[in-house]
């Protein structure tokens, strides 16, 4: 068979001819394939993978793969791919996106690559932008893959873990972007492996690729929780706090830390009834003992707080100013308001958060379908490594796209709208109405209620019911008003003798500030070669206009020696001004994405710090000893060289004895006159001694390795994950803070690079801290269960 086009994009031209060579060896096999039984056919299925795991590539089985499930799509769903889907088939399972235009058949396109990918056994995920897609795919499509022996989950928001966890082990797993997403941070918040429902991340085919990774990219996906902590505990932490003498705790101001002594740990075990207060049953009482301690020793009222109207405010140290808004994080805040006797607020806490940009760069192969991509396609390449390939359409376009109307009013605009809508709608021409905003489709919904014609509204939320609506929006007479970007996904078919009418002519009110959503809109008309036409209505009153554009074009009227103020305009060179203020704020939004994404960067590569540890503790089949003494010597070092600088006669042995019975001992194993006279090594050794010492008595108390594992699991895990959560709102805090700092000739990313890391590195020396004092200072009970 012959590609019927003629004509592409110049700069695909050679990309798509080399691609069409590969597609002409899978047509190749058409009547081969043709003659095979259901049974045969059905049986290259696990031919095909045996070609795999005998050592053969993707690449080398392409051809039989595509022409498999393209002689199944004929018998199982009554469609035969054309050559140009072939050729977005292999677009897509090279990593890159396919540029097709509506109507092309995009979702059958898809099924080429997915088949021959889950051939590999690892997964992969067609994702789509909402949940009504992804189920009208895995049904409709599911039938083929079903049909070739290959299985398909769908996996929905209202699923539970176990259904979830059955949906991402199936060769094709169908889900939305938020969803994957959340899925993602949720297993890395699970204590044991099984609780996990995602497999790694192997390639993923993303319908509507530029909503998903343009449009949404800024947009976080963050789960947050109720703090564990309640008012009531911090009021008892606080009361406590405040019996204290000066000889119960210890302040060491360089960096602002300050720990109980060992008569104030003997007064803890009283007022609060514990045999010993740093048990691992006691960690939530502990936190907020220390922040009690930091709130009423450490912080100081109006210096770096303020009390105002009963609430409690953060005074900037830089400017002095209060922070209206802001909260000092990890429950620092409540402890303040409970030392001032102000109404303690409950606080969220982000516990997991990360952007589609980084998420789907996770994959090791992504790609991604739209019929508008080509305007972003530097962004794609520079931050997804994806090319953008304009795929030829199966047949010549013949829509007729109208140059732009300018009207100096809105007025003016709307009453040509409505006018252009009645003459149409008269001889019965369907119209598809495009709006910008959803009050301007409510404001033409009156207006043509006004001028009793009927129509359908519809906005952005894509249900069924819309789609459904938009699906008939070609039928003869048929008057659709709907944001740009409403049933996108839905093919809009043209009814009986709408072709002799000019087919369906879609009507921008509003260009958008992206010429990709304006293009997504005029390629509703003229699917499959279909008549149609475009055109879009603006005035000098338009935002885009007022924000970028009317000076121009005034100074264009004034060339073109417009002198009415109420002349109407058509022109190309009118379309090409509009074009040029579009391309400016594509320019400056692609900058706000890239700066997100640098800020978010320093984010990613802590994440995956964090959750390459935390998944080597939850995988962890054997003993975690070594990371957990490495932990604690770290901090045992830590402790001793700072405090051990200079002239022996100046070490603070005393500091150092109050982090031995806060962390390390009880005060009955180690006196204070130990520590005296040692050398650095000797007192290496000592603390050494007391870390394998207690280690080989927790060895002894549980009754077999697996118990030992278990309880190095929930000691690691339990203080990583409060310390992790705590270092997001610290970071989404300096994020919100760092842009003052261009004023004072810095660069605000540089600071936000180096202050993270900072903070990370802070972060690591917490956790080590916390870890070693949970696990010298718990006690094992016999019973110790999982």
């Known amino acids: 068979m012959v590609n019927p086009i003629k004509k592409w994009v110049e700069s695909d031209k050679r990309e798509v001819k080399r691609m069409g060579k590969i597609a002409n060896k899978v047509e190749a096999y058409s009547d081969e394939y043709a003659r095979l039984s259901d049974a045969d056919l059905q049986a290259k299925t696990p031919a095909l993978k045996g070609r795999l795991q005998n050592g053969e590539t993707l690449d080398d089985i392409l051809p039989e793969a595509f022409a498999t499930v393209r002689e199944a799509a004929k018998r199982v769903l009554g469609l035969y791919p054309f050559h140009v889907q072939i050729i977005g088939g292999i677009t897509l399972h090279e990593g890159n996106i396919a540029e097709m235009k509506t109507g092309e058949g995009k979702t059958l396109t898809a099924t080429l690559p997915v088949y021959l990918n889950a051939l590999t056994g690892k997964g992969v995920h067609v994702v789509t932008v909402n949940e009504y897609l992804s189920s009208r795919d895995a049904t409709e499509m599911g039938r083929l893959y079903n049909w070739l022996g290959l299985s398909v989950g769908l996996n929905l928001n209202s699923k539970n873990s176990d259904e979830k966890r059955a949906a991402y082990n199936c060769d094709i797993t169908y889900s939305t972007n938020s969803e994957l997403g959340f899925d993602y941070l949720r297993d890395n918040m699970v204590v044991y492996q099984e609780q996990m429902v995602q497999r790694p991340l192997n390639y993923a085919i993303v319908d509507e690729v530029d909503s998903i990774l343009i449009d949404e990219a800024r947009t976080p996906l963050i789960i947050s929780?109720?703090?564990?902590?309640?008012?009531?505990?911090?009021?008892?932490?606080?009361?406590?706090?405040?019996?204290?003498?000066?000889?119960?705790?210890?302040?060491?101001?360089?960096?602002?830390?300050?720990?109980?002594?060992?008569?104030?740990?003997?007064?803890?075990?009283?007022?609060?009834g514990l045999h010993n207060l740093y048990d691992i049953d006691n960690t939530l009482l502990n936190h907020h003992i220390d922040q009690s301690l930091r709130a009423n020793y450490i912080m100081e009222r109006d210096k770096d707080y303020v009390v105002s109207n009963k609430k409690v405010l953060i005074v900037d140290s830089f400017t002095g100013r209060v922070m209206e808004g802001r909260r000092f994080s990890d429950g620092l805040h409540q402890a303040i308001e409970a030392k001032e006797g102000v109404p303690i607020q409950d606080e969220t806490k982000t516990m997991a958060n990360i952007t589609y940009q980084n998420f789907f760069r996770m994959y090791d192969k992504l790609a991604g379908m739209t019929g508008t991509a080509k305007t972003e396609e530097e962004e794609f390449r520079e931050i997804y490594n994806m090319e953008v390939i304009s795929i030829p359409t199966n047949k010549p376009i013949a829509r007729i796209d109208h140059p732009d109307v300018l009207y100096p009013t809105l007025?003016?605009?709307?009453?040509?709208?409505?006018?252009?809508?009645?003459?149409?709608?008269?001889?019965?021409?369907?119209?598809?109405?495009?709006?910008?905003?959803?009050?301007?489709?409510?404001?033409?919904?009156?207006?043509?209620?006004?001028?009793?014609?009927?129509?359908?509204?519809?906005n952005a939320k894509n249900h069924a019911k819309e789609a459904d609506i938009i699906s008939r929006a070609g039928q003869r007479g048929a008057v659709t008003i709907a944001t740009n970007m409403a049933g996108r996904g839905t093919d809009i078919k043209l009814g009986p003798g709408v072709k002799e009418l000019g087919g369906l002519c879609v009507i921008g009110t509003e260009r958008h500030e992206s010429r990709r959503i304006d293009n997504q809109l005029r390629g509703r008309s003229g699917r499959q070669g279909d008549p149609g036409e475009t055109i879009f209505y603006m005035s000098l009153e338009d935002d885009l206009m007022k924000r970028f554009g009317s000076e121009r074009i005034k100074k264009v009227l004034s060339a073109m020696k417009v002198e009415d103020e109420d002349a109407v305009i058509q022109s190309r060179m009118i379309s090409r001004q509009v074009e040029g203020a579009q391309k400016r704020v594509e320019g400056n939004n692609y900058d706000t994405r890239k700066n997100t994404l640098q800020y978010d960067d320093v984010m990613r590569e802590q994440r995956e710090v964090i959750y390459k540890q935390r998944m080597q503790v939850i995988t962890a089949e054997h003993s975690l000893k070594d990371v957990l003494l490495g932990m604690i010597q770290r901090t045992i070092k830590s402790q001793v060289d700072s405090r051990t600088n200079g002239d022996p006669a100046n070490w603070d042995l005393d500091g150092l004895y109050d982090f031995a019975i806060t962390a390390l001992v009880s005060p009955k194993e180690l006196r204070r006159a130990d520590l005296n006279g040692k050398s650095i090594p000797q007192l290496y050794r000592l603390f050494e001694n007391f870390v394998q010492n207690n280690y080989q008595l927790k060895q002894n108390q549980l009754q077999n390795d697996a118990q030992m594992l278990e309880f190095e699991k929930v000691v690691i895990l339990r203080v990583v994950d409060e310390h992790w959560t705590n270092h997001i709102d610290e970071m989404d805090q300096l994020r919100q803070s760092i842009g003052l700092r261009g004023y004072g000739q810095m660069n605000p990313l540089v600071e936000y690079q180096e202050e993270g890391f900072q903070k990370f590195e802070q972060m690591i020396a917490d956790i080590e801290y916390d870890v070693t004092r949970l696990f010298m200072k718990a006690e094992i009970r016999q019973n110790a269960q999982r």
């Open 225 to 272: 929780g109720q703090a564990e902590q309640s008012t009531a505990l911090y009021l008892r932490a606080d009361r406590f706090v405040k019996s204290l003498k000066k000889d119960d705790y210890k302040i060491d101001w360089p960096t602002k830390s300050i720990v109980l002594t060992e008569s104030g740990i003997q007064k803890g075990e009283k007022t609060f």
């Open 411 to 458: 007025k003016a605009k709307f009453d040509a709208v409505v006018q252009d809508i009645k003459q149409r709608h008269a001889k019965g021409q369907p119209i598809l109405v495009g709006t910008v905003a959803v009050e301007t489709s409510e404001y033409l919904s009156e207006r043509l209620t006004k001028e009793n014609i009927p129509h359908a509204v519809l």
